[in-house]
């Protein structure tokens, strides 16, 4: 996680493990309609999906319980102060889904293609860490630059930037503190900028 503020503010930008694994199982099993349907399906798509063009086997899943579940599991990943420090997904038994056996099920049957899909997917933003930086230098100078307007220090704050290979640009606020960002607006920085500055305005 990368981390940029004063004691006053503070952005964090992240790309989390369990998250991308939840959109991977989502996308594979068809829930994105009814499962987070805010934010876009991912791109590209996993495998099987890719393989077939059709949601993987849900045969003999309860698939009504499966999105409650699913929606139960993300409510506990996305925020970044209830996500697990260390990811309790954990192959062969899945414990963590011992009361959610629809999921625990889906995740017997299609971890290795949600999990090689978000190793590669995770992969690719380190990359572009490395090769481009994160995006929180240009956030601070948006803050200052704001600051300097209003000839005060920032109002307290803390956001928290969740990146994502998205397969629609943008951004979306999923909670006060936490905003989704398609990796490819994160990736093009002029158009980040002018899209997070109005978040900038209203929080400093």
Known sequence: MLVEGTIRW?????CPWDVLLALALRDLAGL??????????????????????????????????????????????????????????????FEVFDRALELQELLHRHYDAAMRWSTDRHAE????????????????????????????????????????PLSRYGGWVVAPDTIVVSSSLRDDPEAFQAWFEPIVEALV
Do not use: K
Not at 133 to 161: C, E, M, T, W
């Open 125 to 164: 933003y380190e990359r572009s860490v490395r090769q481009r930086g994160s995006s929180l230098p240009a956030i601070y100078r948006l803050v200052q630059r704001r600051q300097l307007q209003l000839r005060r220090q920032s109002n307290s704050f803390r956001v928290d930037l969740t990146v994502l």
């Open 32 to 93: 994105a309609g009814e499962c987070a349907e805010t934010i876009p399906p991912v791109h590209p798509v996993p495998v099987p999906i890719a393989a077939r063009r059709l949601p993987a086997d849900l045969d003999g899943i309860d698939r009504v319980a499966l999105a409650a579940q699913w929606r139960g599991w993300w409510a506990g990943i996305i925020l970044r102060e209830t996500r697990p420090f260390m990811s309790p997904v954990r192959p062969p038994h």
């Open 10 to 14: 503070q952005v964090t930008e992240d």
